[in-house]
């Protein structure tokens, strides 16, 4: 790695830690972000087997993993932006392990843009600053496709175990995740040579192994998720068109209402509103798409599966289609615009689209900077992201000062917004002020 290579990173790991831990306080903090560290905190408290679950949208409980990695952060502290901050730092590890994965199995170029737009990229900021188990995704999904590319073009046969447990994690901090097994058995047939049965059963048994608590709690509690999927099943599907946008408008900065809500107009108010960048970044998204498929190497098409799979897989749905679903995909997106920008840059024009680049990703820096600064000034943030955990620990802090000792006023009385729930004011309670 050049000298000029190592400090480009270090200035894109830089913007990834400031645009993940600015003004950590005006974090959201709704339901799932208290009740995530209790199950941890039952874990610690009660043994290995959580207590209780939460649904997912589709009313089966989630897996456990996320409760057990909380563990480790919940023992030093349950202050929610510390947690935050865990969440957070992993995301810039993200970074990292993203320029480490393009520049060993593309390039250092296609390396270094993939891990500038994920650094500054708006909707990977949202999605590594709650405490949620979607927001880990991107690690982890990076590191299953990091272990398969091992197995599958390094002759790392041993490395198919690892894809396995990974692609365990990621199914259990979101369902969707086991798309990815499609992946995952495509390359077992396609690079079979590179397959021993021992490290296959190995493989199998530890993602099995993962879903062990799972399994127990459902067992537990008469198979609390399989009766409530069956009704889910019998649901009609739906055909959801916003399937095929939220992926391309995730590359850029569009879709941002899903945060803001009816405060999305104030936001664009705040910040630079240039709807033709958004064009541009769909242009060239789809460029990249177009020349990789023309390409047809096996790399490339291990990429455009892992960008098209849930686009396809939501378009008829049983339930309504949110950004999250498709947190998986991130990643991917920078990778094909990286490796676009790479051939780019090697040609006569070459001065011309570095330049471009570095506008584009300097754009949604400042988009990422201006969401940032958004909540700042507002009790209230409408839309996802609700009131910001700081003034709802300020006003309860108040309220506490008027000898107030009734928790339903206490609750009433702090929230500012209309998505409020009691658990959070109940976790400030006894978790951060400890009354």
Do not use: M
């Given at each position: 790695m050049s000298l000029k290579t190592k400090i480009l990173l270090i200035i894109i790991i830089l913007a990834a830690i400031f645009l993940r831990f600015?003004?950590?306080?005006y974090i959201e903090f709704n339901f799932?972000?208290?009740?995530?560290?209790?199950?941890?905190?039952?874990?610690?408290?009660?043994?290995?087997?959580?207590?209780?679950?939460?649904?997912?949208?589709?009313?089966?409980?989630?897996?456990?993993?996320?409760?057990?990695?909380?563990?480790?952060?919940?023992?030093?502290?349950?202050?929610?932006?510390?947690?935050t901050g865990f969440i957070a730092l992993i995301n810039v590890f993200a970074v990292l392990l993203l320029f480490f994965f393009v520049k060993k199995f593309f390039n250092e170029t296609a390396a270094l843009i993939s891990a500038a737009l994920l650094a500054v990229n708006p909707w990977a900021i949202i999605f590594s600053r709650t405490i949620w188990q979607q927001n880990v995704l991107i690690?982890?999904?990076?590191?299953?496709?990091?272990?398969?590319?091992?197995?599958?073009?390094?002759?790392k046969k041993t490395h198919l175990i690892w894809a396995f447990l990974f692609l365990g994690i990621v199914s259990q901090l979101h369902q969707l995740g086991i798309i990815l097994g499609l992946i995952l058995l495509v390359c077992?047939?396609?690079?079979?040579?590179?397959?021993?049965?021992?490290?296959?059963?190995?493989?199998?048994?530890?993602?099995?192994?993962?879903?062990?608590?799972?399994?127990?709690?459902?067992?537990?509690?008469?198979?609390?998720?399989?009766?409530?999927i069956i009704p889910y099943s019998q649901s009609p599907a739906q055909l959801h068109t916003t399937a095929l946008i939220y992926p391309f408008q995730m590359i850029g900065t569009g879709g941002l209402n899903y945060t803001f809500g009816t405060n999305y107009q104030n936001f664009l108010n705040t910040t630079l509103n240039w709807p033709i960048v958004n064009a541009?970044?769909?242009?060239?998204?789809?460029?990249?798409?177009?020349?990789?498929?023309?390409?047809?190497?096996?790399?490339?098409?291990?990429?455009?599966?892992?960008?098209?799979l849930l686009p396809l897989a939501l378009i008829l749905s049983?339930?309504?289609?949110?950004?999250?679903?498709?947190?998986?995909?991130?990643?991917?997106?920078?990778?094909?615009?990286?490796?676009?920008f790479s051939k780019l840059i090697t040609n006569n024009w070459k001065y011309f689209f570095l330049a471009f680049l570095v506008f584009l990703v300097l754009y949604q820096a400042i988009i990422s900077f201006s969401y940032l600064k958004f909540p700042t000034n507002r009790q209230c943030v409408l839309g996802n992201h609700s009131q910001p955990y700081i003034y709802k620990l300020e006003n309860i802090k108040k309220i506490l000062a008027t000898d107030e000792k009734d928790f339903a006023k206490i609750h009433q009385q702090s929230c500012a917004c209309p998505i409020c729930v009691p658990l959070t004011t109940q976790y400030i309670l006894e978790k951060v002020i400890k009354k």
């Open positions: 600015y003004n950590l306080k799932d972000q208290a009740a995530n560290p209790l199950l941890a905190e039952q874990i610690i408290k009660h043994g290995p087997l959580p207590q209780n679950c939460l649904l997912s949208s589709v009313g089966v409980c989630n897996p456990f993993f996320f409760p057990y990695l909380l563990v480790p952060p919940l023992l030093i502290s349950p202050d929610p932006l510390f947690l690690f982890f999904t990076i590191l299953f496709f990091g272990f398969l590319f091992n197995f599958a073009f390094d002759n077992l047939i396609i690079f079979r040579k590179n397959v021993i049965f021992k490290n296959l059963l190995i493989g199998f048994l530890l993602c099995l192994l993962l879903y062990l608590p799972f399994i127990a709690f459902e067992i537990k509690n008469d198979w609390f998720s399989f009766e409530n541009f970044f769909i242009i060239i998204f789809v460029v990249g798409l177009v020349f990789l498929a023309w390409q047809r190497q096996p790399k490339y098409l291990i990429l455009l599966a892992w960008f098209f049983k339930t309504p289609i949110y950004p999250h679903y498709f947190i998986i995909g991130i990643p991917v997106g920078f990778i094909i615009i990286g490796i676009l």
